[in-house]
């Protein structure tokens, strides 16, 4: 059974940070990208960080580029969301997502809720 689990949502202040992380179970998690989406209240699901599988590469949405980073950890099954300089555009739900498109298969995480409120 395949299992996402997001964790380390909350309310954070402006200019606070946050780490989310994701434990992945019940598939070849190295064999995966792995990504991290997020949704605002009214708004379009959005990619806002990737990482290929063997995490040589990783990707960013120019919205969090310098201020979130994401690693991962093959052998705990994990994949993390650093967030620094948090803002309240930032306010969403995140996602955790796993993806091979040569399958196309792609598993998803119930999401954690992150509030940067003053």
């Known amino acids: 059974q395949v299992q996402l689990v997001e964790s380390g949502g909350g309310l954070v202040q402006p200019g606070g940070s946050l780490r989310l992380s994701c434990a992945a179970s019940?598939?070849?998690?190295?064999?995966?990208?792995m990504n991290w989406y997020r949704q605002a209240p009214g708004k379009e699901r959005e990619l806002v960080a990737a990482?290929?599988?063997?995490?040589?590469?990783?990707n960013y949405a120019d919205s969090v580029k310098g201020r979130f980073t994401i690693s991962r950890d093959n052998a705990k099954n994990t994949v993390d969301l650093q967030m620094n300089s948090l803002k309240p555009e930032d306010t969403a739900v995140y996602y955790c997502?796993?993806?091979?498109?040569?399958?196309?298969?792609?598993?998803w995480g119930q999401g954690t809720q992150v509030t940067v409120s003053s």
């Open positions: 997502n796993a993806e091979r498109r040569i399958l196309r298969r792609s598993y």
């Open positions: 019940g598939f070849t998690f190295s064999s995966y990208a």
């Open positions: 990482i290929t599988s063997v995490g040589g590469s990783t």
